[in-house]
């Protein structure tokens, strides 16, 4: 009970990892963006990407999606009236455990797809187009 009624320094109400989880319904629905606990259950409908993109990030952390989109300073002030508390510090490491990356490095050499195939295929292919057209004509 002691950790319910724990304040951040801002005087915001900390809120468990678990708690926001459940909180990914129709009737109540929050996301975590920097750390900051938004409930935007009253926002789904006026959003304007839609509700389904608030409904993905329900109950988890949409940092990331909402820097990605560039969201204007309106829309960031907007979503200053929807806090209602702050990520507990301890569950902070959790949201944000680092992700790694998988990268398709493209080696610079061409491929023989590029270099002779194609170009084959296009040749051919206008030799035909050309025979075909040149023998209906006489």
């Not at 963006?33 to 608030?54: C, Q, R, S």
Request: hydrophobic share 35%.
């Amino acid at each position: 009970m002691g950790e319910q009624e724990e304040k951040s320094p801002s005087g915001l109400k900390y809120y468990r990892l678990s708690e926001v989880e459940g909180q990914n319904t129709f009737k109540s629905t929050w996301v975590i963006i920097n750390n900051k606990i938004y409930d935007v259950t009253k926002f789904l409908e006026e959003h304007p990407g839609g509700e389904e993109v608030l409904r993905e990030q329900a109950g988890g952390n949409a940092t990331e999606s909402f820097e990605d989109v560039g969201h204007s300073t309106d829309a960031r002030e907007m979503a200053e009236s929807m806090v209602i508390g702050e990520l507990h510090p301890d569950d902070v490491c959790a949201v944000f455990v680092l992700q790694e990356t998988l990268l398709t490095t493209l080696k610079n050499e061409p491929s023989w797809w590029s270099t002779w195939l194609i170009p084959a295929l296009a040749a051919i292919i206008a030799t035909l187009m050309y025979r075909l057209y040149t023998t209906d004509s006489e």
